[in-house]
């Protein structure tokens, strides 16, 4: 398979291995090809539209921005010499009013590389992407800059690879970049690598062991980077990032906070009167994240909500804030592009009970943005699971039995019934038990086939001869052979693997996409399957059956490209939808979160959370169901 990818890499014309790199830049100059430029421009329209269309604008603040103020320490990150020469006295330093982060990180210099840290909804991811913004602009007009790409670590823990391998695989999953394209960005350290969430990372000795991956990685490769972590969490490793300098986001002031608020025209008394009367709230709202939730859950309200949760403000407020967001009437003053709705869509009560289950398997499996087709039987619970297999069962056990019905004959003396039922068990079992593995992309290798023309072709001529009773015909034996090495190089050639970058990228695309390429793939692959079987016809005599067992043979072959995995998908929704946690278009339910409900993110074909507090704060939450 990494033979295949390398002819690919090299048919298509992407980057060659001996090429030299300078630090800040890749050395392309005149010799970017129109393949490898469109590649580029289409990576960084990918990230643009996810991450600075799909969230960075779509942000709770982007109607009146909230201007960080930022404080550098480079005493936060360990020297890549082990050698700490920073003064105490001088291990913080605050940075003058107004200053963006791109400048931060130009002083830097070549082979810039950062670390981002402050508390939970500081604005840590916000800061991120707005240096994402300006870099995105700089790499588009000089394709000698470093593609930036935004990457969540969350996702490591649960694969604990190699930072380069796991890169490559992020690439894959996220921005449906093939893997040949992404192992040559990171080998010739074309990527400027945006790396929010280390500390999404739960587990401690994780958490550890990622900051060892990363610096092994820039050891190796010495590509740009920036790291996000929250403070807190990042004071509890063992050691420190080896990085060339760090800034925190300092808490908002009291003076930050009254003239925030004072800024929108919608009437916020409410809120005013609460953050003078309690200390804990006013201590909330420090966080970028928490006043503008505040903004959201008490604007235009006459009365201060009643408090339920004495002890844990922070829970208070997610309450308050996920009460205004069910409550019909719409929020003009902060949010004027949600749609209002004639009737409501999901009750709130099914609404919750879906949006838990999204926020439990996502830190679960260490997922930051959640994609339908990336949903997987191991998703369920034992109960659910049995359920899901045994649906398979039935499935293939009443699908294999109308095939046997329709020979007219029993097989081997066993009824069609028996036989459709021990057939559904063992394919149902199979189905049911194994991932789901996406064929989104599929091209043609010639690899394989050349070796499996010969091996098919003898094949053919033995069968066609043993069954002829020793009976020397060539002209059948020829034609069975060949038609025979036709179903071995069709079997063998159809490789899944991408070949091109696709800039669009819709929910559930992956799976939607597999089906398509079983479905073209089939209607290749049956003729062929048929005529060879129409071959053996001659010498059984049962046409029903020849043309049948081409049939399931053609099948067989359709669910190894792209067909098991749209089934096993089907079957898995198809559960999940019994079971109450999602709806049939689920999309449409996303969408509607995200949109009329203000509690998701649209990034590409996924979905984020607002903020990890929010899904934290689901997380939490008991089933409505």
Partial sequence: MDDIDSKIAEKIGIFAKDSTVNVNQFDMGDKMSSQEESNRKTLLNIVKDQWIKGVLDQSLDKQISIILELE????????PWNV?????????KPLPKDTPVIDVFDQLGEGSTLLILGEAGSGKTITLLQLARDLITRAEQDNKRRIPVVLNLSSWASKTQTIDKWIVSELRSKYYIPEGFGQQWVEKQELLLLLDGLDEIRDLAKRNNCVIA???FQKDQATEMVVCCRINDYKQL???????????????????????IDQFQSNLTVLKTLLSKDKDLAKLAESPLMLNIMVIAYQGIEVAPETKNDSNREKQLFEDYVDRMFQSSRLVAYAPNLKSEEKQLYSRQYATHCLVWIAQKMILFSESTFLIEKMQPSWLSNKERIFYVIEFVLIVSMFNTVFVKLLGTDIFGISAVVLGVLSGILVGINFGMTRINLIDSVIWSWKYPRFWFFKYLSLGLIISFVLSHGQFSIIRMMTLGLISSLTGVLRTG????????????????GIVTSGKNAITIGLICLPIYELFFW?????????KFSLLCGLIFGLLHVTNIGGKA???HFVLRLTLFFKGSVPLNYAKFLDWASINKLFLHKVGGGYIFIHRSLMEHFAKMESSQ
């Fill in 535 to 543: 071959q053996v016809n001659w010498l059984v005599n049962n046409l």
């Fill in 494 to 509: 159809f490789v899944g693997i991408g070949s091109e970058i696709r800039q669009t990228s819709q929910p559930n695309q």
């Fill in 72 to 79: 550098e320490r480079p005493s936060e990150v360990a020297s």
């Fill in 238 to 260: 063992g050691k420190r990032l080896k990085l060339r300098s760090a800034i925190v986001l300092k808490p908002l002031t009291s003076v930050q906070i009254q003239a925030y």
């Fill in 84 to 92: 700490d020469f920073i003064n105490a006295d001088k291990s913080r």
């Fill in 566 to 568: 749209y089934v096993q």
């Fill in 214 to 216: 990363l610096d092994d």
